[in-house]
Structures are given as structure tokens and as C-alpha cells.
């Protein structure tokens, strides 16, 4: 069962952002490639549009040379590709059995579902990982009941039943342990000496190694080389992936000396911090200091973010200005001066159907007092959307009528009110436009050299590159370098994110 | 073309003034008579009161959002209604204690129904009318020793009298106004009220940015048993007498004045004056359908289909979807 795919010049719009310019894909019965990028580069994209999860707005698909077009993910999934999600895409009140046989569960002849065959089915796909997993995944266990690492097993057993010709592992590999990794290679092997093509999307380097026998790199959109594993070192690639031409002039915030000359101090401290995801993370800044954080998504930069402002519990000491502090709900961060900008703005930063003025000073109506005093209010609300330059059709105007980059302005302005100490900020930039994102800058420029301490995670590696003196990148849940000076590279940036271990001085 | 739009408020009030200038057709109307027509619109505005305040709570648990509803109020209402009774015993004296129980035991009851929410998880709808069923065992059993008890005059005369034979406003609707400046100052001048539109939209937001849900969501559901409890208080001192199903009639009409008047089913969206407006209008169509001589199932039917052409038309009007 010979199968060849090929994308070409794929281009993929989302309104006005261009995910894809240029997107090139080969893959061939009997081989793994890797579908290599940074963020934001369109690795996620490039496996949406050849599993048909989206549609493509330019270029060519062809499946054995013939041409297609997909407009479900059923339809490409008719045509033996099978994807593996990186966001599960099980249903949790469900037992393992039929969360695989889904919509495919084997019937008796007179139309009912043969619980005995599918039972059967299923164990026969659990015994390819058998050993890998505790004793209680079977095939009647519910999916809510499983962890993580066994969530994404059924995950690649579901992708797997179809028997697909192509297979897209898209980051299966970031939940499972060495022996589940292990064992998925092994099976990966088997394929594809069965004759299947087999996708390979991850952002740990030594795995890409291990397993791909080509590869396809992305970056900003196009593909900019492709070629055999074996020809290329782990060096070159990050080289690829590496943008050369930068959009934006950047100012660096240097930490502000003092008027005696001495070092800023510290502000807050944060010693072997640990949560579901990170594992362990130590960190200083100083008092004006904007720390840039770095790293792939889901690398456990949002877990640092929400441990700090009291969202979620840890394990670890947090010291603010050497005091021991312990938040158990961000409302005690916020009396410490502390502010977060959260990272998905629409769902954890806005009251879409409320007004701007409301949404401004949801953190600090407490000031007000009783009868609130709206005069006041209106006015401070005023004086901060005037400050950050808000276009809007007036305070009473509900946030959902403003662009995005505007709502953003909002979530950022209503901790501005309460001039904070320290911002944790996650990626305040995403989805904004370049306009706003310049305003930005200068916006965080401005703030640490009035002395505030500024943590900023940003999925956009210039920009960290651009306005931080120190960056910190984040790997599965632990700093993998910390980049300054000499050493605060695209390169090196994009290396530890990847895993690399000679990227900076971990 | 431009887009009329009217607050639901203005449009319930406007719909309510229609039917009522209508109703001067009917055969049994006020005709052209204006004293006998004020006095019609007087008497339906102080029967609205009671719906209105027990709606008040509703209100409010319906802004607090996800799924918030309070279907234990109309049984907290003859709860209420019938300890006002026995506490007064007829006594004038007595009627600050029996006010001072009502509003405790409804706020015991709403913050039980808050624990429940917020603690264990449980949908509102279930937990309040699992508690709905709890309460009404209690009537029973308070009932079966045979309610003995009197309303005192001064209720008699501060709910259901005219303010003094010269000006013919109940008192009861003077009441009402008061009550419902201090809801609006509750809702729109406080940081609880603002804290509760935040929690009916979203609850990530709210926290994020220092709401306690938690805390928030439990004085809701207290502060609205509380609220049902007041109404219990009102209705015994109008009708003077108690019995099982006083309040439980109250109980569809409340959540349909919220509707009526515009308050998001959802959360995060309304107002108390909205509430007030559907009350009356609610009000008005059963005392219009009533003098028509309308059978009851007829005035379900048109109560029924007003609430649903109100909402149908707001939810136009807005556009949530978005």
C-alpha cells in the first residue's frame, strides 16, 4: 500500500494574519519527517491543513499525485489520514472502548453495538503498548479516570484503529514517559515498514533525531529547507529555523542604576517552584527589571505566571522583597502590588459583555467606596484610556465592540489603575497588531524605568530578544538556559527552547 | 436603516401603559372615567409589589450566572409568611422580631442553598428545588400543631393602606420605591453589584482580577433567601390570613418578571428596575385576564406566550450571537 503526499505552496489566512505563505510538505510510504519550526512558524497549521481541520485559502494537496481537497477531517480521514491531537480530542465521560470505536463501533446483525468484538478490539490495540501503562487502563475504564500519559496513548490507539496510510503524531510525545516514547517508536518502526507515511511533529530535538529520517522546516509561514535527517545537524536546523530579518526596532530596558551607583534590589525570588508542570523552577529580578521568558508553548510559562499571582497552588518559597509570602487567591498578589495580565484574554482577562469602564476597574472598586463614586471613577477610567490611547465609542461601550488590540489595552489598563510593583504578564502581544504592539513596547519600557519589575512571557522571540537584558527559557517545566548579554541570541533562544542543551550556559 | 433599540425596562413599562389604556375598551373597563382609571392602575401597581420583591432575589441569582435561579423562594415565602404570623400573634410589638426572622431564616435557607452551589457542586436548579421540597416538609410540620396567629394592625396599615386619606398611594408602593432605590444602589453603586455582574460573566476574569467568587456566590443565594423572606413578611400583612400554598404561585411569576424585564437568563446582564417593570406587566395581564373572566388555563396560556415573545424579542434586539 504504496502512498505518497505532497503539499504545495500551501497559504492559510486567519482574517488578516497570514499563518502560511509558503508551505511544502513530502512524505512517502516507509518514512518519518519531521515538521520542524519555532513558534508561531505554522507547524500547527501545516498538519491542521493535511488533516483537514482546516481549509486552505492557496496551494495544492496532492494525495498520490492526484489532486485534493479536504473539507473535513472526516473526508481526509476517508482517505486512510489519521491524525494524532496534541489537544485531546477525547470524550471524558466515555469508556476507553468507545472513545476509539466512536462512530465506527462493530455491529451485531441486528444493529446493536457487539460489546464483546469491541472489547476484544480494543484490548488487542492496548497490548501494542502493554507494559508501558499501570494495570487500570482497560478497556471499560473511563477516559476522565486516565491519566495523562494514558489519555494520549488511547489517543494514538484511536488514530491507529483507522489504520490509516498517513499518520500525523502532532507533539504526541509531550505527555508520555521515556518508556511510552520508547515503545511508540518502536511501533512507529513497525509502520513504517508496514508502508505508512508517517508525520512527525515535535519540538524535542533528540526525538527528531531519533526517529525522523527527513525533515520539512517552517519558518514565518514558508518552508525554508527540507532534506534527509542524516545530511543535517542539530546546529543547521536551528540556523533554518532562525528568522533573519527583524520587523521592529527595539529600545533594551537596562536596569535603571541608583543614584548612589548601586545594583537594584532584588524584588522577588523564587526559589525550586513547582506545580503539575513545573518541576522546580529558581528565579530572581530585580526591582525595574523586565525578565524576559522564553520557550515553546505549554513549556509550563502560564503555570509560572498563575503560581506567582496566587491562582494556582505550588510548591516552592516566593519571596517579595526577602518577606516569605504564600497566595492562596490573587486577590492577596494584588494587595501585595502584583498584577497579571493573563494569556487568553477573551476567556480569563475580559467581561465581554460589560462595559469598558466596568471592565477597567473590576480590580479596584473597593477604592470607591459607598455609593460608589462614579464621577471619580469615570474619571481615572478616563485618564488610563487616554494614556494607552484606547479607540473606543465611549466608557459605557462594551468591551466586545473594540479590536483586538484595544481589548487588550483594556486588560492591561485596569491593573495600570492600581499602579502595581510588579507585572507577570503572558503574552500580551499575541493577537494584537503591530501598531498596538510598538505601543507596547514602549508602554513596558516605560514601566521598568519607573522601577517596576516586569515578567514577561512572549511567544514572539524578537520581541524578547528586542527588550529584555535576561531571558529564561522554559523546557518541560524546568529553565533549560538563561540568556544575557553576549549570549541572548535567536539561536541560542531557540535551541534551549528546543531541548538543546549547548544553547546558552543552562 | 437604523436600528431602534429600547432598553427592556422601557419596553416592558411601555407595553404595560398599551395594555392597560386597552383594557379601557373592555366592556367592564374604566371607559372615560380618569379617577376610576388611577385608582385600576394604583391597585394593580400594589399588587405587583409583592411579585416584585419576591422577584428581587431571583434577580439577583439570576445575574450571579451559571444556571442561577432560586426555585425555593415561593416555599420560603410561606415559610416566612406563616412564622410572621404566629410570631405576631396580632401584636404590634411583636412585628419587628417577626420581620428580624423572616429575613434570617430565608438568609439560613439561601445561604444553605449557596453551599451547596458553591461547595458541592450542585446545579442551582437542583439544590434549590431539592431545598424547595425540604422547606415545604417544614410547613407541614410547623402546620400540623394548627397555625394559631393574627396579623397585627400596624401591618395591616403599613402594607395594605393607603400613606393617609388625603394622598391615595398605598403604602405598599411607597415601600417598593424605596426598596427598589436600594436595589439599584445594591446593584449599580456598590462593589458587591459590580462583583456580581463580574461572576455572572465570567468567573475566570472575576478572579483574576481579586473577586472572591466564592464569598460573592454565597451571599447571593443568602442575601436572595433573605429577600424571599421579606417578601413573605409583605404578602401575610396584605392577605392577613396564611395557608400551604401561599407562595408557591409566586414562583413561576418571579423568574418570568426577571425575563420580562430584560435580565439576561444567562448572567452578567440586568437590572432591578427591568424587574419591577415585569412584575407589573405580569400583574396587569392576570388582572386584565381575570375581570375578561378568562378561565385560569387561558391566563397561563397568555402569560406563558407574553414571556416567550419578550424574550424572543431582546435576544433579537442585542445580538449575543455573536
Known sequence: MSVSLSARNIVKRYGGVIALSDGNLDVHSGEVVALIGANGSGKSTMSKVINGVVVLDGGQLLLDDKPVRFSSPQAARKMGIATVFQELSLVPKMTVADNIWLTREPLKPDGMIDRRVMREKTEALLELFSGTFKADLRPETLVSDLHPDEKQIVEILKAISLNPRILILDEATASLDSRQVERLFELVRRWKAEGKAIVFVSHRMEEIFRIADRYSVLRNGKTVGQGDIKDITEKDLIQLMTEKEKVFQFTKTTIAENATGLEQPVYLEVENLTTEILRGVSLKVKQGELLGIGGLQGQGQRDLLLALFGDIPYQGIVRIRGEVVRFKHPRQAMQKKLALVPGDRAKEGLLYIRSILENFLLPSWQKYGFPLKMKLAKRDALAISERLSLVMAGLMAPVSSLSGGNAQKVVIGKWLLRDPDCYLLDDPTKGVDVHTKAEFYALLTELSQQGKSILFYSSDDDELIGLCDRVIVLHDGKIRAELKGASLTKENLIAASMGVSNGGEA | ?322
Do not use: C
Open chain 2, 1 to 322: 436603516m437604523r436600528r431602534i433599540s429600547i432598553s427592556p425596562p422601557v419596553a416592558a413599562i411601555l407595553l404595560a401603559i398599551v395594555l392597560f389604556l386597552l383594557s379601557g375598551f373592555l366592556p367592564n373597563g374604566f371607559g372615560n372615567d380618569i379617577n376610576v382609571a388611577i385608582a385600576q392602575a394604583t391597585n394593580i401597581v400594589r399588587l405587583a409589589v409583592f411579585l416584585g420583591v419576591i422577584a428581587a432575589g431571583q434577580t439577583l441569582v439570576i445575574i450571579s450566572g451559571f444556571e442561577g435561579i432560586d426555585l425555593s423562594a415561593g416555599s420560603v415565602v410561606t415559610l416566612t409568611a406563616i412564622l410572621t404570623y404566629v410570631t405576631v400573634k396580632g401584636e404590634d410589638d411583636k412585628v419587628l422580631l417577626a420581620l428580624l426572622i423572616s429575613l434570617a431564616v430565608g438568609a439560613l435557607i439561601g445561604f444553605i442553598n449557596g453551599l451547596g452551589i458553591t461547595f458541592l457542586k450542585i446545579s442551582p436548579f437542583v439544590m434549590t428545588l431539592g431545598m424547595s421540597g425540604v422547606v415545604t416538609g417544614l410547613i407541614i410540620i410547623i402546620n400540623h400543631g394548627n397555625v394559631s396567629g393574627k396579623v397585627a394592625p400596624i401591618m395591616t396599615r403599613l402594607i395594605a393602606r393607603p400613606l393617609s386619606p388625603d394622598i391615595p398611594i398605598p403604602n405598599a408602593i411607597i415601600i417598593w420605591i424605596i426598596f427598589g432605590f436600594m436595589m439599584w444602589l445594591l446593584l449599580e453603586r456598590s462593589t458587591f453589584g459590580k462583583h456580581l455582574f463580574a461572576i455572572g460573566v465570567n468567573r475566570v476574569t472575576a478572579k483574576l482580577s481579586g473577586v472572591n467568587v466564592t464569598v460573592t456566590n454565597l451571599a447571593v443565594y443568602s442575601l436572595a433567601g433573605a429577600l424571599a423572606g421579606f417578601g413573605g413578611f409583605l404578602v401575610v400583612g396584605n392577605t392577613g390570613v396564611v395557608f400551604i400554598a401561599l407562595g408557591q404561585p409566586f414562583l413561576f411569576p418571579s423568574i418570568a418578571a426577571v425575563a420580562v424585564g430584560g435580565t439576561l437568563l444567562s448572567g452578567g446582564k440586568g437590572s432591578y428596575w427591568g424587574t419591577m417593570a415585569g412584575a407589573i406587566v405580569l400583574t396587569l395581564i392576570t388582572s386584565l385576564l381575570t375581570t375578561m373572566q378568562m378561565p385560569d388555563s387561558v391566563r397561563r396560556m397568555v402569560l406563558g406566550a407574553t414571556l416567550l415573545v419578550m424574550i424572543s424579542i431582546y435576544g433579537r434586539q442585542r445580538g449575543f450571537r455573536q
